[in-house]
Every structure is written in structure tokens, then in C-alpha cells.
């Protein structure tokens, strides 16, 4: 297979994910048996309607960036949504469909076009992405589990991988791993290099850059949570659970690590790229306030503990422990000896709890901010 370079923030990688990983995980949600998820990474032209629609994503995303590659499909029903899907990954629009359409498919795809989208409305935790949800469940009972993972597919081309919820992804793992159909879908769209993600063994960068190092630090509202880089994740064994909000290797996380136990979330540490940033927040922090409610120690942690997972940790603290969001940033920042490079991280956790910062440096730290160090503060 030919591989592609592409700008590792382009949003179409994103959206590229998010058909395949949307799929399947509408079909946990509409209830479907756990074979059918499978064969969702058993892309075939002649199979069941599982293996047919990953043959077909696989097509749109082999050809994304090849305006010459013709639609793919058995009728033309089938090739105007393949068509469609294409469109709605390369722009992150939905095109509503021609004329009359019929079928599981035909419905879903009408359902996604005509579903409203949400209003951002972070304090409500509403947002623009729950359309997602609320078109896989419309779909359902339009034409039932094969029509909600159509649409899952379309509506998960439309918002990304970002946008599919955790919950049901956790669940999702216990058949399939999320990260196969995400691995999946980029190999389509970029081909397989096996010294980049989402191939690459580890993504460790301990050995490259200072402050990937090893480096864990219990959550000042919450000792049973661990605040750390991926170096920790990968060497240490004090915990029952990972939230990954960084890229990981295929071998960073430990195996001991059950599958509904170690989620990957998608979140970039570069400003005006994440285009489901409350949603992805608030998500990382709902997981971790599930997986804790299990009764499990959970590694929470990104690539240098300094800027993603302080966001989230401090977010964490307040919808989960009690913490006031402002005192809960502060104090979570300097506990990791964090910092602000990339500041609507922070003004997002608090925007989820009605705080606006436009300024999050001058009002968390306005003496300036801490010194940069890998000796956790008290």
C-alpha cells in the first residue's frame, strides 16, 4: 500500500476514524450482537451488512484525496452514498439525499441529514457533536441496527472520532478494540507506516525530549487517580485503568490492561485544531469518573503531564469531587508543574462549568506562572 503523508492536525484524519469507529459503535448502542462489530475490521465486498459497509468505507477512504477515483458501489443508490460519505469526510458536511431513498441505508442517511444539531451550550453539556447520538438513536427506530450503523458511519464521518461518545466505545472494547477500526480507517486513507501512529510501537518521547520522563503525581482531590506522562503509563504497574489523551503506540499501554480499561481519546495540544473540544473534555473526565466509580486506579495522563492533562484532571475535580473549577485548575497545574502554551485548554474546563477565562494566565496565576520542573509541588 502507498502511503500518504498528511498534516497530523488535518481534521479529515479525524473524520476518517470517525466513520468506522462511528459504525461500530452504533451498533453497541443499538444492542446488536457482539459478531457484528467484528466484522467491521473484516472489510468485504460480498459479505453480511457489516462487512459490505467496511468495504465501502475502506473505498471513499482510499480514494479521499484522489478527485479521480470513481464512486464505489453496487447501484446507484449505493454509489450516491458512498459519494455522500465522501463528501461529508473531505468537507465535514452531510449532503442530503436526492429524490426518494429506500432501505437501511437510504433512511439512515436521511435521518442524519435531518436531525438538528445541538446548540454549545457547555455549562448544559450540550453540544454540537450529540447530534451523533441522537441520529444513531433516530435511525434505530427508522430501520433498526443495520440503519443506526449507517448512520453511525455518516454522522462519525461528519463529527470525527472526537465526537463518538466513550461509554459506548468502552463497551465497543469488549469485542473489537477501538483503536483496530481507528488504525484501520488511517491505513485506508494514509497506508501503513510502521514508524508513525497510529502503527508505531510506542510513541514514547523520553529518550528525545526533557519532561517525558517518568512522572506521576496523585490527584490532590482524588489519591486513587494518577496524574502522569505516558512514560509512566508504560513502565509502571499502579493502576487498573489508562485514559490516554495523547497518541499511544500499539504497545505503550499494558497488556494487564483490560480493553474496556484503556481508552484513547482524541485530543490535540495545539490551539483551534479540536473540533469537539468541551465534548472531548467533558468526556475524558466522565470515563474517568466512571472508571473510579468501579473501583478502579486510574492512570490519567498525556504525553508530558503539562497541559491536556491538567485540563481535564481540574475539570475532573469539580464535576466529580466537589472542587471549584478556577481553585481546581490553579491547584492541579502547580501539583504537576504545568503550564498555559496552549490556554483554551483551561478556558474550556472552565467554560464546562460557566466560568469564561479570556485570559486563563492573568487570572490562575497573576503573579506569573510557575517555574517549569518534573518535582511535583505541595
Same mark, same amino acid.
Request: charged fraction near 20%; hydrophobic fraction near 45%.
Given at each position: 500500500?502507498?502511503?500518504?503523508?498528511?498534516?497530523?492536525?488535518?481534521?479529515?484524519?479525524?473524520?476518517? &476514524? /470517525?466513520? $468506522? $469507529?462511528?459504525?461500530?459503535?452504533?451498533?453497541?448502542?443499538? /444492542?446488536? &450482537?457482539?459478531?457484528?462489530?467484528?466484522?467491521? %475490521?473484516?472489510?468485504?465486498?460480498?459479505?453480511?451488512?457489516?462487512?459490505?459497509?467496511?468495504? $465501502?468505507?475502506?473505498? @471513499? $477512504?482510499?480514494?479521499?484525496?484522489d478527485d479521480a477515483v470513481g464512486a464505489v458501489g453496487a447501484d446507484e443508490q449505493e454509489r450516491s452514498w458512498a459519494l455522500a460519505l465522501?463528501?461529508?469526510?473531505?468537507?465535514? %458536511?452531510?449532503?442530503?439525499?436526492?429524490?426518494? #431513498? &429506500?432501505? +437501511?441505508?437510504?433512511? +439512515?442517511?436521511? #435521518? @442524519?441529514?435531518?436531525?438538528? @444539531?445541538?446548540?454549545? @451550550?457547555?455549562?448544559?453539556?450540550?453540544?454540537?457533536? /450529540?447530534?451523533?447520538e441522537h441520529a444513531v438513536r433516530a435511525a434505530q427506530v427508522v430501520g433498526g441496527q443495520e440503519a443506526a450503523m449507517y448512520a453511525g458511519a455518516l454522522a462519525g464521518a461528519r463529527w470525527g472520532a472526537s465526537g463518538v461518545p466513550l461509554a459506548p466505545q468502552r463497551e465497543l472494547a469488549r469485542q473489537v478494540a477501538p483503536r483496530r477500526l481507528v488504525t484501520a480507517a488511517l491505513a485506508a486513507v494514509c497506508g501503513v507506516d510502521a514508524d508513525q501512529w497510529p502503527h508505531r510501537r510506542s510513541m514514547s518521547r523520553a529518550e528525545d525530549e526533557a519532561g517525558h520522563e517518568v512522572f506521576g503525581v496523585a490527584h490532590p482531590h482524588d489519591a486513587g487517580v494518577v496524574l502522569s506522562t505516558l512514560e509512566y503509563v508504560r513502565l509502571r504497574e499502579d493502576f487498573d485503568a489508562v485514559v490516554s489523551l495523547c497518541r499511544v503506540g500499539s504497545a505503550d499501554i499494558p497488556e494487564r490492561v483490560a480493553g474496556p480499561d484503556r481508552v484513547e481519546v482524541w485530543l490535540a495540544d495545539h490551539p483551534g485544531v479540536n473540533a469537539n473540544l468541551h465534548f472531548v473534555i467533558d468526556q475524558a473526565a466522565q470515563t474517568v469518573a466512571a472508571l473510579r466509580a468501579e473501583g478502579k486506579r486510574v492512570a490519567l495522563h498525556c504525553a508530558a503531564c503539562q497541559s491536556r492533562t491538567p485540563a481535564v484532571a481540574a475539570h475532573y475535580a469539580a464535576l466529580a469531587c466537589g472542587a471549584e473549577v478556577v481553585a481546581s485548575l490553579r491547584q492541579v497545574i502547580e501539583t504537576v508543574a504545568g503550564h498555559l502554551n496552549n490556554p483554551e485548554l483551561a478556558g474550556t474546563s472552565? &467554560?464546562?462549568?460557566? #466560568?469564561?477565562?479570556?485570559?486563563p494566565a492573568a487570572v490562575l496565576f497573576p503573579d506569573g506562572l510557575p517555574v517549569l520542573t518534573r518535582t511535583p509541588r505541595t
Amino acid at each position: 500500500m502507498i502511503t500518504r503523508v498528511w498534516d497530523r492536525y488535518d481534521p479529515r484524519l479525524d473524520r476518517s &476514524a /470517525g466513520a $468506522l $469507529l462511528g459504525a461500530a459503535t452504533a451498533l453497541c448502542m443499538a /444492542g446488536a &450482537a457482539p459478531a457484528q462489530a467484528q466484522q467491521l %475490521v473484516e472489510p468485504k465486498r460480498e459479505g453480511g451488512p457489516a462487512r459490505r459497509l467496511a468495504w $465501502l468505507v475502506e473505498q @471513499v $477512504l482510499i480514494g479521499l484525496d484522489d478527485d479521480a477515483v470513481g464512486a464505489v458501489g453496487a447501484d446507484e443508490q449505493e454509489r450516491s452514498w458512498a459519494l455522500a460519505l465522501r463528501r461529508t469526510v473531505a468537507e465535514g %458536511v452531510v449532503v442530503p439525499p436526492a429524490g426518494e #431513498v &429506500a432501505g +437501511a441505508r437510504g433512511g +439512515a442517511w436521511r #435521518v @442524519v441529514a435531518e436531525t438538528p @444539531v445541538p446548540e454549545l @451550550v457547555p455549562r448544559q453539556r450540550r453540544f454540537p457533536c /450529540g447530534h451523533y447520538e441522537h441520529a444513531v438513536r433516530a435511525a434505530q427506530v427508522v430501520g433498526g441496527q443495520e440503519a443506526a450503523m449507517y448512520a453511525g458511519a455518516l454522522a462519525g464521518a461528519r463529527w470525527g472520532a472526537s465526537g463518538v461518545p466513550l461509554a459506548p466505545q468502552r463497551e465497543l472494547a469488549r469485542q473489537v478494540a477501538p483503536r483496530r477500526l481507528v488504525t484501520a480507517a488511517l491505513a485506508a486513507v494514509c497506508g501503513v507506516d510502521a514508524d508513525q501512529w497510529p502503527h508505531r510501537r510506542s510513541m514514547s518521547r523520553a529518550e528525545d525530549e526533557a519532561g517525558h520522563e517518568v512522572f506521576g503525581v496523585a490527584h490532590p482531590h482524588d489519591a486513587g487517580v494518577v496524574l502522569s506522562t505516558l512514560e509512566y503509563v508504560r513502565l509502571r504497574e499502579d493502576f487498573d485503568a489508562v485514559v490516554s489523551l495523547c497518541r499511544v503506540g500499539s504497545a505503550d499501554i499494558p497488556e494487564r490492561v483490560a480493553g474496556p480499561d484503556r481508552v484513547e481519546v482524541w485530543l490535540a495540544d495545539h490551539p483551534g485544531v479540536n473540533a469537539n473540544l468541551h465534548f472531548v473534555i467533558d468526556q475524558a473526565a466522565q470515563t474517568v469518573a466512571a472508571l473510579r466509580a468501579e473501583g478502579k486506579r486510574v492512570a490519567l495522563h498525556c504525553a508530558a503531564c503539562q497541559s491536556r492533562t491538567p485540563a481535564v484532571a481540574a475539570h475532573y475535580a469539580a464535576l466529580a469531587c466537589g472542587a471549584e473549577v478556577v481553585a481546581s485548575l490553579r491547584q492541579v497545574i502547580e501539583t504537576v508543574a504545568g503550564h498555559l502554551n496552549n490556554p483554551e485548554l483551561a478556558g474550556t474546563s472552565a &467554560a464546562l462549568h460557566g #466560568v469564561e477565562l479570556d485570559d486563563p494566565a492573568a487570572v490562575l496565576f497573576p503573579d506569573g506562572l510557575p517555574v517549569l520542573t518534573r518535582t511535583p509541588r505541595t
